[in-house]
């Protein structure tokens, strides 16, 4: 067996190290523009969600949320219904650097993708999605505190 998941974790490592580096004159570290991104595109997720869709744990994400709400990129807002329920929307600083960030991401798939054609593009994508669809079944299983059979 091919050792998949290793490849997988390079390209991971190596594409979020790049842009770590390239946003750093923005001052957003550590994976934070994952939580932008996603705050951009889904204004008004709660934070649960959030954690949920990058797939990290709640202190993970409550962190990387507060680094980017103290440096102005989002903002807590209570929803009107239920006061517990705090809401994530980006800022205008926030809004104004989601294009360069995207612009990124266009790039690192380009990059990413050289070499291969549109039909091996997209065989590649749904095998991705079918690998990540299993390894999520594992994930929410320990997650909820069970342990696999190895």
Known sequence: MKEILREIGMIARALDSISN????DYD?????YLYLVRICE???II???LAEMIKVDRTTAARAIKKLEI???IDKMEDQQNKK????YPTEKGKQVYPRIKQENDHSNIVALEGLSEGEAETLFHLL?????????DWEFVKKGNKRIY
């Open 21 to 24: 580096i390239e946003f750093k």
């Open 28 to 32: 957003l570290t550590k994976g934070q």
């Open 42 to 44: 889904h204004p008004g």
């Open 47 to 49: 934070q649960e969600k």
């Open 71 to 73: 440096n102005g990129f």
């Open 85 to 88: 329920i705090k809401k994530l």
């Open 129 to 137: 999605q079918r690998v990540r669809s299993n390894v999520e079944q």
